[in-house]
Nanobody, 127 residues
């Protein structure tokens, strides 16, 4: 079992920055692809950013490219999402997720393929 705990959310003005953290316990994340999803006012949970278990590859939804950066620290067993130039439309509950990848070093953007989820951290961007 992997437990994921997000932190770092909060209220920020448009144009500001936040860094989200996702701390894992239970197992090392060495063979887990990781991702951040968000659930805003719409009905669907949206893929935001993902990273391979090795950290060699990343993927972003178009709306955050150039503004958000996902990274991971294997020593701290933690994944981060640096969010810059925040916009009101980034307001959402942000979730961290982990997917075991025994044989592939890839990024997964489909939520159904993730095995573990955190409880989420709220990000609110005021205009």
């Amino acid at each position: 079992q992997v437990q994921l705990v997000e932190s770092g959310g909060g209220l920020v003005q448009a144009g500001g920055s936040l860094r989200l953290s996702c701390a894992a316990s239970g197992r090392p994340l060495s063979r887990y692809a990781m991702a951040w999803f968000r659930h805003g006012p719409g009905p669907e949970r949206e893929f935001v950013a993902g990273i391979t278990w090795s950290g060699s590859g990343t993927l972003y939804v178009d709306s955050v490219k150039g503004r958000f950066t996902i990274s991971r620290d294997s020593v701290k067993n933690t994944v981060y999402l640096q969010m810059n130039s925040l916009k009101p439309e980034d307001t959402a509950l942000y979730y961290c997720a982990a997917a075991i990848r025994e044989y592939y070093n890839d990024v997964i953007s489909f939520s159904d393929e993730y095995d573990y989820w955190g409880q989420g951290t709220q990000v609110t961007v005021s205009s």
